[in-house]
């Protein structure tokens, strides 16, 4: 299990606290699991883990070792749900830097349609230069803007170079099983497709196609995903604050009733930044409604000691962090001693890097505490596929948990609609006028 220590919370809230909030937890629990609360129609996440490879995970592995075996650069099309999850996924396993040196038999994987910005298009151009490549399209709509722009560009890329029946071997889309643009565009031009369950909200899709195929693609069998996430479905049932979804749902409840209005989700590795950006969406846009939500903000220490630390440290005490730590690799790297020892480094000559970064672990952790910052610890352990789908489900399970906790419906996002019609209407759009 994944361990939630509050020992850091305790300046603000008191077991009596802790104990008052155990009837609204285990209310908030059971309507998710009995699926009798808003948003009831979208809990479809809650099946996804499983212990047997389906057929869509079948098809999955086949589709990643095609793509992997004739494919340099695998192009991964979507945005919000659609996208962080894949990315997140990828980066925490094998770091931001992964698609160094990769190419054919190990493409490099990047990520389109998660954007307008025309930079970033021209840099993804320029990346596909002289390249081989394929392309998924996550869309569960089929209709948002941004991927149906970059779908449209890579599709022609792919034609012109590959001509229409070997574009058509290159394209695979995941979108819902029967309605949308992107289902439509699908059957016609005949791309192999994998599903978004019609009950299965994009922020809470990881654990279907949209993450495990950009995962498989990346050599990560989405089997060894699942063992977690099928562990974590059983282990985080329990009924009791022994249940660390319990410990996080709850303390993050009381402490936005005693004006902690804004979560740092950390942790001190840097391949983490995407995880978090993923927590961030799912935590944002499932509470974030009827004037209600803890504002979640991500953070990579040690880099943002050094820019959010000041505001951390004595700023508005409106926060409180959750740290995520990881146990420490086995390949170690050890400091060496310098005869010259012009930097002053010789006292840590022989001790690890990791020893070092347990002890800024230790010291944020103190000086934070002590400056009035309630921390909650989230110790995940082993950093691997298994944990990493323990990880998803123990978030999304949390996430639910909190959100009826709150009051509001975890599983809609009718603020998101705002910007699209404003943006509609100034791009002319039919249907959208003044
Ligand atoms: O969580 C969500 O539902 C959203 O972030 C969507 O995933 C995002 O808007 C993309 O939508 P779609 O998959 O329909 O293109």
């Not at 660390?244 to 005693?258: D, F, T």
């Amino acid at each position: 299990m994944i361990k939630v220590d509050i020992s850091n919370v305790w300046g603000d809230i008191s077991l009596p606290d802790l104990l008052a909030v155990e009837k609204e937890v285990f209310a908030a629990h059971q309507t998710l699991t009995e699926r009798t609360g808003p948003g009831n129609d979208f809990l479809g996440w809650l099946d996804l883990p499983v212990e047997e490879p389906t057929d869509e995970i079948i098809r999955i592995r086949a589709a990643a070792e095609r793509i992997r075996e004739s494919s340099d650069v695998f192009v991964v099309i979507g945005i919000g749900g659609s996208y962080l999850g894949p990315r997140a996924a990828i980066e925490l396993l094998q770091g931001c830097n992964h698609n160094i040196g990769k190419g054919k038999g190990n493409p490099q994987i990047f990520f389109a349609g998660n954007g307008l910005s025309t930079r970033a298009w021209n840099e993804l151009v320029r990346l596909l230069e002289g390249k081989d490549f394929s392309i998924a399209i996550i869309s569960k709509s089929g209709t948002t803007t941004e991927p149906a722009i970059a779908t449209r560009a890579l599709r022609w890329m792919l034609e012109r170079k590959y001509g229409t029946d070997g574009a058509r071997k290159r394209t695979y889309a995941i979108t819902d099983p029967c309605k949308g643009a992107l289902r439509q565009m699908a059957e016609e031009e005949g791309w192999e497709t994998f599903v978004i369950p019609p009950d299965v909200g994009g922020r809470y899709s990881v654990l279907t196609a949209v993450g495990l195929l950009p995962m498989a693609v990346a050599g990560i069998d989405p089997m060894d995903v699942m063992a977690g996430a099928v562990e974590a479905k059983k282990a985080y049932d329990l009924r009791s604050f022994e249940n660390p979804v319990w410990l996080y749902a709850g303390i993050r409840n009381l402490l936005y009733r005693k004006g902690k209005a804004i979560e740092l989700f950390e942790s001190f590795e840097p391949g983490f930044k995407m995880l978090g950006g993923w927590w961030q969406q799912l935590f944002g846009e499932s509470e974030g409604k009827d004037g209600k939500g803890i504002f979640p903000v991500t953070a990579e220490f040690t880099a943002d000691l050094h820019s959010l630390g000041q505001m951390i440290q004595q700023g508005e005490r409106n926060i409180f962090e959750t740290m995520v730590r990881f146990d420490p690799p086995e390949k170690q790297y050890v400091v060496g001693s310098d005869a010259k020892n012009l930097d002053g480094l010789n006292y840590l000559a022989g001790k690890t890097l990791d020893f070092v970064d347990e002890k800024a672990y230790l010291g944020t952790l103190a000086a934070h505490v002590d400056g009035g910052v309630p921390v909650i610890t989230m110790d995940v352990g082993e950093l691997n596929e298994k944990k990493l789908g323990e990880l998803f489900y123990f978030l999304e399970l949390s996430c639910g948990v909190s959100a009826y906790m709150l009051g509001v419906n975890p599983f809609n996002q009718p603020g998101v609609e705002f910007y699209k019609r404003n943006m509609f209407q100034l791009l002319g759009k039919p249907g959208y006028e003044a």
